[in-house]
Structure formats: C-alpha cells, structure tokens
C-alpha cells in the first residue's frame, strides 16, 4: 500500500514570491507521482505528474516538481505565485504495476495568495 | 481536456430520501472512481469500475451503491439519505492502458447537504 504525507496544511505566500508545497510519500513498489489542484467549488485539475524519465517534470501554470527517489519525496514549486494561484493542492500517488492504478492523496495544502 | 459530468452540482435533501448523483464521460475510458471529500480533508476512494458490469468498493466504506451498465455512466445511489453523508462527491475516470493509464480525470462534483 501507499501513503503520502502533505506536512503543510496551510501556506501563505505575498504575491510574486516564490513557492514550495511538499509531499513525501511511501510505498513497497515503484510508483508514479501527481500533483492536482482544486479551485473552489470545483473538481481536481491535473497539474503535473511524474511517470518516468528525468524526475524534473513541467506542469501546467509555471508550476513544476522533482521526483527525489532518495528522499521520497515530490515537492511542487513556483518560482513566482499569481492570485490566480490561490486554490488547494493535492498530492497523490499509485503504484507503477498493471492492475494497480488507485491514487492514493494526501489531506492537501491550501495556498493563499496575499495581494 | 477531459470531459467528464457530474450533476447536480448541488442537492439539498431531507433525511430518507433516496438520490442518485450523476456521472458521464465522453472519452471512452473503462475505468470510473467515485470519491468522497470532506471540507479540508483528502479524497477517500469509495467505489470503483473497470468495465461494464464490474463495480468494487473502494476503501472507504461507504452505505452507496453505483452501477456500470454502459461504458460512459457511472451513477451513484443512496437508498436513504442521512446528515452523515454530507459531503462533496466527485467521479473520475481513466484510461484502460498506454502511459496515460494512471492518469484520473475528474468531474466538478457534487455538494450533497442532508438535512
């Protein structure tokens, strides 16, 4: 089984500052990695995800992560935050073998964007 | 861009009614998930298909029940509302193989009040 760990429930950012939102995750297996983000009132969006290959991945809003096998982890980061970017954040992961593609999320990370 | 429906997008009830929450999606993919979300809280798997005429529960327990008669519908039914269901339902889908296996894609939800 899988499990991932959000350890920021809230983060507050200023406007134009740079982010990181961070996810840790375990597991017996491989696994793939993903990061959705949900607006209010709204289903989840897929942001970026990590299925192979280089473990620096490029998502959709100038958002990117990086898959560390070592550490277990797969942060998300933003070099500089819109208030667009105000929404909740979830990780999520699901083992890489066939028959086994349930996501498992984290209790995701509210990012407010402070004018 | 995935398209994926879920309606209503909110419903208010009394406590016994029975409802059913809607989901359709018009990409062809055989695997359909409905989760359950509490305000701040992560998704929890409730029930799952991979095909016409498969439905397993997901894992958490849940008192509703789904149906996959047709590929591209994935209802959801509770013979007796209670206030403990309150919560905001959502549905995904996926595709059967290729590399976009694991990749979920979500519905706007359902915010069901019971009253």
């Known amino acids: 089984a899988q499990s991932v760990t959000q350890l920021d429930s809230q983060v507050p950012v200023f406007e134009e500052a740079p982010v990181e939102l961070r996810c840790n995750y375990s597991?017996?297996?491989?696994?793939?990695l993903f990061w959705y983000v949900q607006y209010p009132n709204q289903g989840l969006q897929l942001l970026l995800k990590y299925l192979s290959g280089s473990t620096l991945v490029k998502g959709i809003n100038g958002f990117e992560a990086e898959f560390n096998k070592s550490q277990t982890s797969f942060h998300l980061r933003k070099p500089s935050v819109h208030i667009s970017d105000t929404a909740e954040y979830f990780c999520?992961?699901?083992?890489?073998?066939?028959?086994?593609?349930?996501?498992?999320f984290g209790t995701g990370t509210r990012l407010t964007i402070i004018p | 861009e995935a398209d994926i429906y879920q309606t209503p997008r909110y419903l208010v009830i009394g406590t016994g009614k029975k409802i059913t929450l809607e989901c359709s999606q018009t990409?062809?993919?055989?695997?359909m998930y409905w989760y359950q979300q509490d305000p701040g809280m992560e998704l929890h798997l409730i029930h799952y298909?991979?095909?016409?005429?498969?439905?397993e529960k997901g894992d958490l327990s849940s008192e509703s029940t789904v149906s996959r008669i047709r590929t591209e519908h994935f209802p959801l039914t509770l013979e007796s509302a209670r206030p403990s269901h309150t919560s905001q339902y959502l549905c995904a889908s996926s595709p059967h193989g290729g590399s976009a296996k694991n990749i979920q894609y979500f519905g706007a939800g359902t915010r069901l009040s019971v009253l």
């Open positions: 298909s991979y095909g016409v005429n498969s439905t």
């Open positions: 999520a992961v699901s083992a890489s073998n066939f028959g086994n593609e349930k996501l498992t």
């Open positions: 597991s017996s297996v491989s696994v793939y």
């Open positions: 990409m062809g993919h055989d695997k």
